[in-house]
């Protein structure tokens, strides 16, 4: 006799912090379309992380109508730490977990989930950022959306398209297995699951997605994206120590430069971010660019200096922070010009996420002038 499908099953966590406003509407819908759609077992996990409103009475009462749920209660806040107590512990073939707003049309969760019960992949995420997929949101997402992207396709060599979108699946086994190797228990959380599955060689299915943004989400963006930045950081510092690239497959030296580069690059970038910031109060976006970017570039050149090519002592100072002021002017340009790009009247969101992907663009340029011309080993020994 031939087994149903339906006896494999897909646990979907939805996590929830201060969400009364949204939670009945969107898990009901998401209740009805599985129940009425989906080929599998399912069951939806409220995960709500110390909310301070309703929402933990509104997922109980949820929980008490519709059969297919279940609700957890954390008295901590943060998306990671509720995926984590809930995947670590299911008994589902496959956990998932989607946002409250259900952005990403669920159309999209067979195809997310399918590969995974077929034994095809390992882990699956919805990408904004392919070309089938339809998106709707504002320049402020959009561009910033991109520019964690670069960054950890540039710095950490992330060969996924979409790390942020709330919409992915993992077979259980496996996420059970990558759970304690985890750091992050915010949103950084999903980034670093996925990095640690790439490095241990796992299958990551993408699927193209429509999504809708939510134009009432509360997200802080910009303290997300520095968090995440923070935990790039983390990463970069972690894969330089324990997995250096094999000096046989680069040119002579660039095996170590690389990763300590990328280091500093990255603290230099939080650097300027928070300067930039600062500076904002009281200045225009030219002047205060210009600042930030002058400072950073030379504490910049000072530790590529000393830890990425291992040159220390007074000889050469002035000639290197000269050179390294070349560079400044590169990325002085870059960003000044991705500024003066900008239509009137954007948010500091976007102004931010525009230097920021400028600054991206300039730090490739950098490394090449530091390597190739002032920092130069036939210079430096002279």
């Known amino acids: ?81 509720a995926l984590r107590k809930v995947w670590s512990q299911s008994d589902a073939d496959v956990v998932s977990y989607m946002d409250v707003d259900l952005s990403t049309d669920l159309d999209a969760f067979l195809p997310l989930v399918a590969p995974l019960l077929s034994g095809h992949s390992d882990l699956a995420i919805g990408t904004r950022l392919a070309p089938a997929a339809r998106v709707e949101r504002g320049p402020k997402r959009e561009v910033i959306s991109r520019c964690y992207n670069l960054l950890l396709h540039a710095l950490l060599g992330a060969r996924f398209t979409d790390a942020q979108c709330g919409f992915k699946a993992v077979r ?29 060689g796992l299958r990551i299915h993408e699927v193209p997605v429509d999504w809708v943004d939510d134009p009432d989400s509360r997200v802080d963006v910009v303290r997300t994206a520095l968090d995440d930045l ?43 971010l928070g300067l930039y910031t600062l500076l904002r109060g009281a200045l225009a976006p030219m002047p205060a660019n210009a600042i930030a970017l002058l400072v950073t570039a030379v504490a910049n050149t000072a530790a590529n200096r000393r830890f990425t090519f291992g040159i220390s002592g007074p000889a050469g100072v002035v000639r290197h922070q000269f050179e390294g002021l070349i560079a400044f002017l590169v990325g002085l340009a870059l960003t000044t010009g991705g500024l003066a790009l900008l239509p009137g009247g954007v948010s500091h969101g976007v102004e931010l996420a525009a230097v920021v ?18 920092f130069n080993p036939r210079r430096v020994s002279r």
Not at 49 to 56: G, H, I
Not at 246 to 259: H, N, T
Not at 357 to 372: I, K, P, Y
């Open 230 to 272: 923070r935990g790039m950081a983390r990463l970069a510092r972690a894969h330089a120590l324990r997995a250096p690239i094999p000096s046989r497959q680069v040119p002579r030296g660039l095996a170590r430069q690389l990763p300590r580069f990328a280091i500093v690059g990255v603290f230099s970038t939080l650097a300027y």
């Open 357 to 374: 992907l400028a600054n991206a663009l300039a730090t490739l340029v950098r490394f090449l002038l530091l390597r190739v011309w002032v």
């Open 1 to 81: 006799m031939r087994t149903s499908i339906k006896t494999r099953l897909v646990e979907v966590v939805v996590p929830v912090h201060d969400e009364q406003r949204a939670l009945r509407a969107s898990v009901t819908r998401l209740h009805d379309y599985l129940t009425a759609t989906f080929p599998y077992g399912f069951r939806i996990t409220i995960a709500d992380n110390a909310s301070t409103d309703n929402t933990w009475l509104l997922a109980r009462e949820l929980a008490a109508e519709l059969p297919h749920v279940r609700v957890v209660h954390l008295e901590e806040k943060g998306r990671g730490r």
């Open 172 to 200: 259980t086994e496996v996420a059970q297995a990558l759970l304690p190797a985890v750091e992050d228990e915010q949103w950084f959380f999903d980034t670093e699951l996925l990095l640690l599955a790439q490095r241990h």
